[in-house]
């Protein structure tokens, strides 16, 4: 067991990436944390978890709160006695053009998209470094290339592929794991839950979900590149290509991915 006797934080852990995570990481021996804004949700993730013998505690936490990230990492010692591992997955997406977004929705998607992965890093910092381990953040293709309608998602990925880049050579000498995981589109409910311009779900992905990569492929994907102690990932082929091409021929690439996004379901192009 790779991880047996770790104690791992994964922050939104009700659902997707976040609860496949959670799994993952638990059948590998660790002692699970998880999070989340609802009781049920997260009452139901802890009794699938409990189901398949993973030792397991869910603090009900909105990622946004400073407040509640640390009462994370006071609850996450008090129970285990220790952090080694802080998977930083909580996130909202959006879908709307910037010029018919209520910025308070901007607001929101950089409230829990960074401010949720400042705030666990610092409560959990002071753990993780006496234990040198790990510090995760789950971004996104997203954070080397924006796209449009998603300006506020972009802008907060970006933001954490900065963070943890300046991050992880701050603690260089700390021997600190810092991982950035990248996935390109993956099949589960954060394309349901985006939100609109005035700030509600859309209720249904514009993609085909059928054939995108799976959360629990990509959890075992980050599994694998924590114990290896990776500075990165990016997944899925369309991902890889995404970067590498974005990184050569941006002017080109601009019109590539227009194309692709106006090709959506309710494109806000068409």
């Known amino acids: 067991m790779k991880f047996k006797d770790k104690v791992v934080i994964i922050t939104g852990a009700t659902s997707g990436i976040g609860e496949a995570c959670a799994a993952a990481f638990g059948h590998e021996g660790a002692k699970v944390v998880i999070t989340g804004r609802s009781q049920v949700k997260l009452d139901n993730t802890l009794s699938k978890l409990q189901g398949a013998g993973i030792t397991c505690h869910g603090v009900l936490a909105d990622a946004a709160s400073e407040e509640a990230n640390q009462k994370m990492a006071e609850e996450a010692i008090q129970k285990y006695g220790k952090i080694d591992v802080l998977i930083n997955n909580a996130g909202i997406s959006m879908r709307a053009l910037f010029q018919d977004l209520d910025l308070k929705v901007f607001k929101q998607v950089i ?86 311009a005035d700030g509600k779900p859309q209720g249904a992905s514009p993609r085909d979900e059928g054939e995108m990569m799976t959360a629990e492929e990509v959890a075992l994907e980050i599994v694998k590149a924590t114990y290896k102690r990776k500075r990165e990932i990016v997944l899925t082929g369309q991902g890889k290509l995404a970067v590498f091409l974005n990184k050569w021929i941006p002017g080109i690439m601009d019109k590539v991915v227009y194309n692709e996004m106006a090709k959506e379901k309710d494109s806000p192009f068409k």
Not at 147 to 160: D, H, L, N
Not at 180 to 185: N, R, S, Y
């Open 111 to 196: 409230d829990v998209n960074l401010w949720g992965t400042v705030y666990a890093t610092k409560y959990c910092l002071e753990q993780i470094t006496a234990n040198q381990g790990s510090i995760v953040a789950i971004s996104s293709i997203n954070g080397y290339r924006g796209t449009p309608a998603r300006t506020a998602y972009t802008a907060s990925k970006f933001a954490m592929n900065g963070f943890m880049e300046s991050l992880r050579t701050e603690l260089l000498k700390k021997n600190v794991h810092v991982l950035l995981a990248c996935p390109g589109f993956t099949a589960s409910n954060i394309r349901n839950n985006a939100l609109q």
